[in-house]
């Protein structure tokens, strides 16, 4: 398995941004499609955006796309959330997470398909 360390997120105006790092360590960051969640305290977890091993492959949830990008740095084991236009509806805690995929232009935006996550950061976007 790998470990997640997410850093980035803070107290943001609507309309602002922010990015979102998680930095792996402990085995082969190019073997694992990442992912990136999000969780408001009642509700469930949700996916926002997910990226191949090789990071040419992404799909995003319809209510971030157009605003944030997901991309990934094999050769710095970190990948990235850019999120820009942001708005209250978007607070939550943001999670990364790794599953191991064979296919290099795999990825998952199914939760329990991940193996392994970070602690969470929180985003919180003021209107």
């Known amino acids: 398995q790998v470990q997640l360390v997410e850093s980035g997120g803070g107290l943001v105006q609507a309309g602002g941004s922010l990015r979102l790092s998680c930095a792996a360590s402990g085995s082969t960051f190019s073997s694992y499609a990442m992912g990136w969640f999000r969780q408001d305290p009642g509700k469930e977890r949700e996916f926002v955006a997910t990226?191949?091993?090789?990071?040419?492959?992404?799909y995003y949830a319809d209510s971030v796309k157009g605003r944030f990008t997901i991309s990934r740095d094999n050769a710095k084991n970190t990948v990235y959330l850019q999120m820009n236009s942001l708005k209250p509806e978007d607070t939550a805690v943001y999670y990364c997470?790794?599953?191991?995929?064979?296919?290099?232009?795999?990825?998952?935006?199914?939760?329990?398909?991940?193996?392994?996550w970070g602690q969470g950061t929180q985003v919180t976007v003021s209107s």
């Open positions: 997470a790794a599953v191991f995929k064979s296919i290099r232009s795999d990825y998952s935006t199914i939760w329990h398909d991940y193996d392994s």
């Open positions: 990226i191949s091993r090789n990071g040419i492959s992404t």
